[in-house]
């Protein structure tokens, strides 16, 4: 047994007066004249016995209530095993999920209304002169700071759904960051959540208490589109696009039938039904066509009640009606390469000779093809691995006679398999990779007879390195073409010129799809979608001259202004604070007629609706300082609380026994007369 207050104890001295009182008789006497005193000392014997004891008894009344009453004050109460008391304010943290998986329906109402119900028993609970912070997802500058139960209870009156979501340890770190500056010497958090699987994973100890509360909810189905990617490099007006989306399926049970639709700029293009039985997925191809040039804002959606945050996913494409191609020669062009863009119309093809190239216009172009360069001048190689990073393609067919060493610098720089010698043996390329960027939509399947190019002697190149994709190999795995990814871009390389006396390459017909589709390749340098939450950088593909002038994004009636940092010819964004919707934003940016559309979705962590159980729970947390406490309904926190703050307390018994005892001393004053 221990007393919350123990200085009220001091009151116990109080009882000495009634012993006092009692020791000390202050009663006036009353003479009474009598003509007859013979039978007066047997009454006096027997009315002086039965007076002694109702005198002990009222005495024995009055000390108990005092001394319960005093009790009381004192606040007595047997602690649990590890329960911290504290006489002092607290500081105390509160963590409300406001993610889309608490939007479930719970035991009485939604699980965010819960939640929110449990904050606030939390604090109202707790002690008056305690501080409070609340934390939810959105992770806000004010919510950092701890205020007073008034301040508290308004601030968690206008939390409400997020599309962020964070992990337990995240959480975890931001209370304590809030603790490590409040200069409070007692702390505890509490975390109330429905404790999803994307929310739980592993934490370390920690030195202040942390109680968390789950607030159960039953598993339940869900569909969602989980993943969407172009299938065509490059949409041009006219062209058949190819889309190709994976939807999920959490959950038992059939589905049932639903509903795909494509809408493009609020257009309805494609319409496809399909079911999923029990957990798993469905990849589906969806195609469309667009007539005009510009940027196009695209809707995949379906209909799953009452889970639907993510039931659409939106994605933007820019269709141009041209390409900027450049062919950089050392003194002539040649005559195989021109040909292949000019026969297009879609390519505006420049031809520039190495000594009168200006290097500063190189990010004008999406494709570069070095054809035949006796080397690769320094300024030429800056200029080319800025334009590889961010997001050009170039293809590099060599000399016959090269600087192998400028060669070799060059290739080091964009992290590809330098050059090493010549062979002089005549090979055939016997390996087309199907899988390779270039020709994935050219053939679902390599014919066995399929007629590759051969190659009378070609530069034999050096190891593999972790970033090549083979596209044309000869036997044994020995490269003839390969992609090398750096940055956004690619670098396309080649073992030989394009020489009668080298190769057949040129005359070849695969060299005009993989001519082509390495030119599409590089037009579109935006992603079709951002992630809410995740993608905190926007890299756009443009200068600016006026870098006073700040870039805006706005749509769906919010607008902000990211941070902007140049680099070289691009911008990059920052998003610090999360945008409110899914949707689409467009970007209005100085000296740009045209402002780029972006396509944000929210995070797909919270569609798995499975939750863990509190057994679970245990095995992720540490042995000490943590502590689950499981409520039912969220009246039942009242009784949590008081459990937390004083064990098991007694002061409400002694109150009522103090007042017992002045109803028996009131009792024994009325009814012993009788």
């Known amino acids: 047994m221990q007393f919350l207050y123990p200085a009220f104890l001091w009151a116990l001295l109080l009882l000495a007066i009634p012993i006092i ?29 039965r007076s002694k004891v109702k005198h002990l008894l009222v005495l024995f009344s009055r000390l108990m209530a005092v001394a319960f009453l005093v009790f009381a004050f004192a606040q007595p109460f047997l602690p649990e095993d590890d329960t911290e008391i504290t006489t002092g304010s607290n500081h105390i943290s509160i963590y409300v999920d406001n993610s889309f998986s608490m939007q479930v329906e719970g035991v009485d109402r939604p699980l965010f209304q819960e939640a929110v119900a449990g904050a606030e028993q939390i604090a109202l609970e707790s002690g008056p002169n305690d501080r409070f912070q609340l934390l939810t997802n959105d992770f806000e500058g004010r919510h950092q700071r701890f205020v007073s139960r008034d301040e508290f209870l308004e601030l968690l009156e206008e939390v409400e759904i997020t599309p962020v979501s964070r992990t337990l340890g995240q959480v975890l770190n931001r209370q304590a960051d809030a603790f490590s500056v409040s200069g409070a010497e007692s702390y505890k958090r509490f975390i109330l959540s429905d404790f999803q699987r994307s929310f739980v994973e592993e934490v370390s100890d ?21 993943t969407v990617w172009m299938n065509t490099p490059v949409v041009r007006p006219g062209e058949a696009a ?4 994976r939807i999920r399926r959490y959950g038992e049970g059939d589905s049932g039938n639903n509903r795909l639709t494509l809408s493009v700029n609020d257009e309805t293009k494609a319409i496809s039904d399909f079911r999923i039985e029990g957990s798993g997925t469905l990849t589906d191809t969806v195609f469309f066509t667009v007539e005009e040039a510009g940027w196009h804002k695209a809707r995949l959606s379906i209909n799953d009640y009452p889970i639907d945050f993510d039931d659409h996913y939106y994605f933007s494409f820019n269709v141009k009606d041209r390409s900027n191609v450049l062919l950089i020669y050392e003194n002539n062009p040649g005559r195989f390469l021109s040909p292949l863009f000019t026969a297009e119309t879609y390519f505006q093809l420049d031809n520039r000779g190495v000594r009168q190239l200006d290097y500063s216009t190189i990010q004008q172009y999406d494709f570069i093809v070095l054809e035949h360069l006796n080397s690769v001048p320094t300024g030429l190689s800056n200029a080319l691995e800025t334009f590889v990073n961010e997001g050009g393609n170039v293809f590099l067919f060599p000399a016959r006679e090269i600087d192998l060493s400028a060669y070799n610098q060059f290739l080091r720089r964009l992290e590809a398999r330098p050059f090493q010698s010549i062979s002089e043996s005549r090979r055939n390329v016997n390996v087309l990779n199907t899988e390779s960027d270039i020709f994935r939509q050219v053939f679902e399947s390599v014919p066995e007879n399929i007629s590759l190019p051969t190659a009378h002697k070609h530069y034999t190149i050096g190891r593999a390195a972790t970033n090549e994709i083979p596209v044309l190999e000869f036997r044994r795995g020995e490269p003839f073409v390969s992609q090398f990814r750096k940055g956004l871009g690619n670098l396309y390389v080649s073992a030989v010129p394009l020489h009668q006396e080298w190769t057949d390459f040129q005359q070849h017909a695969i060299i005009v799809p993989l001519m082509i589709n390495a030119a599409l390749g590089s037009t579109n340098r935006y992603p079709t979608s951002y992630v809410i939450g995740k993608s905190k950088t926007i890299d756009l593909d443009v200068g600016l001259t006026d870098t006073e002038r700040a870039i805006r994004l706005s749509g769906n009636d919010y607008e902000i202004i990211p941070g902007q940092m140049p680099a070289a010819s691009r911008i990059r964004l920052y998003l610090e604070e999360d945008l409110p919707e899914a949707g689409f934003y467009s970007l209005d940016i100085p000296e740009q007629s045209e402002s780029p559309v972006l396509a944000f979705n929210y995070d797909r962590s919270e569609s798995e609706m499975s939750f863990v159980d509190a057994a679970t729970l245990r095995n992720y947390l540490p042995q000490t300082n943590f502590e689950i406490l499981e409520v039912t309904k969220f009246a039942e926190i009242q009784k949590a609380m008081v459990s937390l703050n004083f064990g098991s307390d007694f002061w409400k018994w002694c109150i009522a026994i103090a007042l017992l005892f002045l109803a028996f001393e009131i009792l024994l004053l009325r009814l012993w007369k009788k």
């Open 242 to 245: 190819e889309v190709i989306v």
């Open 206 to 226: 920690t030195s202040h208490r942390v109680y968390l509360i789950p607030i159960k909810s039953e598993q339940a189905a869900n569909i969602l589109i989980d």
């Open 21 to 49: 009182i009692h020791l000390f008789n202050f009663r006036r006497y009353k003479t009474i004249y009598f003509s007859n005193t013979r039978f007066l000392k047997e009454i006096k014997e027997d009315k002086a016995a």
